[in-house]
T-cell receptor, first 112, second 112 residues
Framework: QKEVEQNSGPLSVPEGAIASLNCTYS??????FFWYRQYSGKSPELIMF????GDKEDGRFTAQLNKASQYVSLLIRDSQPSDSATYLC????????????FGKGTSLLVTP | DAGVTQSPTHLIKTRGQQVTLRCSPK?????VSWYQQALGQGPQFIFQ???????QRGNFPDRFSGHQFPNYSSELNVNALLLGDSALYLC???????????FGQGTRLTVV
């Protein structure tokens, strides 16, 4: 069974710092990876996806993928208190259709 | 655009009962996926519907069944409810070929 592993946290960073969230995956055949943000009591919302080795940047967010190490990370620059949420890493459940295999999520707390 | 809508938002059922949850996908989306999210966990993939057929399924028992209608809306049915079925049930819609799924606000099911 495919596994996506995340440290549950909480990860606490001061406002303005860089938050680094990490994720490992078990299926070497996984191609696409996703980061979702979920505020308490709300539904997940997509931050970004990545499927090529290296970095992908979108505003304050950078996703990094290392397929050799089966490792995905999300960096949040200039962290804000509004970034406090649970961050979910996911790969695709299978190669057909857009179904996601989520990790348990990392709780991030940005302190003013 | 109303986005993905789910009903009801909250539901309390007794062990052994049956429940039906409903989902209307975002306009233009033809694929609906259902997830179960227990407290403190990441969403777990239940199944996905496309063209009124179950296209793929996660590791859930046959007590969990679903349906997709010609207008792409979907239902999730759970029979013989167990206490362990208490969770947030999320519906996500997507369009074939897209790399983004939009989640509804979820249905909070409590089994007593």
């Amino acid at each position: 069974q495919k596994e996506v592993e995340q440290n549950s946290g909480p990860l606490s960073v001061p406002e303005g710092a860089i938050a680094s969230l990490n994720c490992t995956y078990s299926d070497r055949g996984s191609q696409s990876f996703f980061w979702y943000r979920q505020y308490s009591g709300k539904s997940p919302e997509l931050i970004m996806f990545i499927y090529s080795n290296g970095d992908k940047e979108d505003g304050r967010f950078t996703a990094q993928l290392n397929k050799a190490s089966q490792y995905v990370s999300l960096l949040i620059r200039d962290s804000q208190p509004s970034d406090s949420a649970t961050y979910l890493c996911a790969d695709e459940f299978s190669n057909s259709g857009y179904a996601l295999n989520f990790g348990k999520g990392t709780s991030l707390l940005v302190t003013p | 655009d109303a986005g993905v809508t789910q009903s009801p938002t909250h539901l309390i059922k007794t062990r052994g009962q049956q429940v039906t949850l409903r989902c209307s996908p975002k306009s233009g989306h033809d694929t609906v996926s259902w997830y179960q999210q227990a407290l403190g966990q990441g969403p777990q993939f239940i199944f996905q519907y496309y063209e009124e057929e179950e296209r793929q399924r996660g590791n859930f028992p046959d007590r969990f069944s679903g349906h997709q209608f010609p207008n792409y809306s979907s239902e999730l049915n759970v029979n013989a409810l167990l206490l362990g079925d208490s969770a947030l049930y999320l519906c996500a819609s997507s369009s074939s070929g897209d790399n983004e799924a939009f989640f509804g606000q979820g249905t909070r099911l409590t089994v007593v």
